[in-house]
């Protein structure tokens, strides 16, 4: 396969949509967790009523006749190899509890894969919607219209004193996730952040790296969350992360304008070097990788290097990711054929940039 | 780099772990990774989960490792009927079994629940349209009933009319429903 055939597959297509202040922020999801009535949750459930659940939902709902959804397709995870199922994580389409532990499990994903649903997973349903760049306000829109469209089809666990019922206290009433994902290499480099962070988290915001719960900040990237679900409408919620984010953007945005008064030269270089790096090795660590690629993305936004798209951060933090690589490899790699391959992932994919626009070389 | 645990193998995950505000940094093969999975973030061991079930556990009147109470007795067989889950069960795992946990474990939940959500234990957001279409109803009327004594507030008595006849229209129509 080529890798432009490749990449254009590995890449949701929502991914390639620009979107507002994609700048800095990358993504915006939104999450909501909700049950069947008479249903037990997942937790609680054995095998056979597991699946009752996945029928039972699968046969009430019909095909969306909304047009920003479009067409609805079931996955079930059992059918998926390891491989497969990691690429579904990888590009956030699924939980790694959702490929691993659960049972009678299934993603619903639509066309551009903007829509992903997971049955049986914690709750038993978990709608998901990502759209490109900054979006909260509409993207919950979106998400609360499919949720209510579900909700003609399958009778929720819903109580009047404490909302949507879902198997983990921690997401009780809304059921509500919102979540931004932004690159923040200015107030990285200049360790804003670690004064920000702690800001955050008192207003009941979470921060984390890009792949959830645990998982460590790559390439500069920061996922921006509310913790609480409970007590708060889901305007007020969306309101108070948008809230956040917009001073995060701006902060961001001076920070990047003072390093390029005051530290030019270094800025330049810096990310020069960075394109080096990658337009050149021939072994990369993930780590390494992520470094240079945020200092790339930074210098494409900061127009100090053209000819290449900004979205070269979102698809390759995405392609360099170890399934990924094996998916593209077609056979499990040891780490340091991992490495090896990642590096040539790269130069081919710059290599790419630089025929389709003929832009400057490094 | 080579990895911390074996010096042998080439590190390939490296965890950043910040307790308390002392860093500690770990540098590891997947082979050592993987025995030493307990401790590292990522892996399923260390999950929200374990941390509330932590935050449960502190219930004062839960009966901890300390002196066992009747009470903590009476809890030992405080149980779901429908799907059968143990209270001491929801606090270890930190996870309900069904939609009724809510009900059989509710004398206790409120304090669980404000410790997770920031004070809060009652749900203020949407409500959906069918399973809770009586709550929408309800809702609208305490609104309109507000709006209505603003209106009788500032003497504007035909509007006052006009809300109270909206809010006997859906109290009717509720009624009704309720009949079927």
Request: hydrophobic share 35%; charged share 30%; net charge negative.
């Amino acid at each position: 396969m080529s890798l432009e055939k490749f990449i254009s597959e590995a890449i949701s297509p929502w991914m390639k949509e620009t979107g507002p202040d994609d700048d800095i922020v990358m993504s915006t999801r939104i999450r909501l967790a909700r049950n069947v009535e008479e249903f037990p949750f997942p937790f609680k459930s054995s095998e056979d009523a597991s699946k009752a659940l996945y029928k039972h939902v699968h046969e009430r709902l019909p095909q969306p006749s909304d047009e920003r959804i479009g067409k609805l397709t079931w996955i079930p995870i059992d059918g998926l190899s390891e491989i497969e199922k990691t690429v579904l994580v990888e590009k956030h389409l699924t939980s790694p509890q959702l490929a691993e532990e659960s049972t009678q499990a299934a993603v619903v994903l639509n066309n551009d894969e903007s829509v992903s649903m997971m049955v049986n997973e914690e709750d038993h349903l978990r709608i998901q919607c990502l759209f490109s760049g900054f979006q909260l306000g509409p993207g919950y829109k979106v998400a609360s219209d499919l949720d209510d469209w579900i909700e003609s089809y399958v009778d929720y666990a819903f109580d009047e004193k404490k909302g949507y019922l879902t198997s983990c206290p921690t997401n009780v009433g809304t059921g509500l996730r919102a979540s931004v994902m932004m690159h923040l290499p200015a107030l990285t480099t200049t360790k804003q952040l670690n004064r920000i962070l702690p800001a955050i988290s008192q207003l009941g915001l979470v921060v984390r790296g890009i792949y959830g719960e645990g998982s460590e900040a790559r390439g500069d990237l920061f996922q921006i969350s509310n913790q609480m679900t409970l007590g708060k409408s889901e305007e007020d919620i969306i309101e108070e992360l948008r809230g956040v984010v917009l001073q995060l953007i701006e902060r961001e945005r001076m920070t990047r304008k003072n390093l390029q008064e005051h530290n030019q030269l270094q800025l330049v270089d810096q990310v020069h070097r960075s394109y080096g790096i990658l337009a050149n090795s021939r072994i990369i660590e993930s780590k390494e990788a992520g470094r240079h690629l945020s200092n790339l993305r930074l210098g494409i936004d900061l127009d100090l290097i053209q000819g290449i798209q900004g979205n070269i951060l979102n698809e390759l933090m995405i392609l360099i990711q170890p399934a990924f690589l094996q998916q593209f490899a077609k056979q499990q790699l040891s780490p340091e054929e991992r490495d090896e391959r990642r590096a040539t992932l790269i130069r081919e994919r710059l290599k790419l940039e630089n025929l389709n626009d003929g832009g400057d070389r490094p | 780099m080579r990895c911390q645990e074996c010096d042998h193998r080439k590190a390939t995950l490296h965890f950043t772990k910040i307790v308390n505000g002392k860093k500690n940094e770990m540098h590891l093969c997947e082979m050592c990774a993987k025995e030493k999975g307990d401790d590292l973030p990522g892996s399923n061991s260390y999950s929200i989960h374990d941390l509330l079930s932590g935050l449960l556990n502190l219930d004062p009147s839960i009966g901890t490792n300390v002196g066992y109470s009747q009470r903590a007795n009476q809890e030992e067989a405080l149980r779901c009927q429908k799907c059968g889950l143990y209270y001491k069960d929801f606090v270890k795992n930190s996870r309900f079994g069904c939609s009724h946990c809510y009900k059989a474990f509710s004398a206790k939940l409120d304090p669980i629940l404000k410790r997770v959500h920031g004070g809060n234990h009652t749900h203020t957001g949407k409500i959906p349209e069918r399973a809770g279409g009586r709550l929408k109803v309800q809702r609208e009327v305490a609104k309109l009933k507000a709006e209505m004594q603003e209106h009788i507030h500032n003497e504007e008595f035909e509007r006052a009319a006009e809300v109270r006849d909206r809010i006997r229209n859906l109290e009717d129509a509720q009624g009704k429903e309720g009949d079927e």
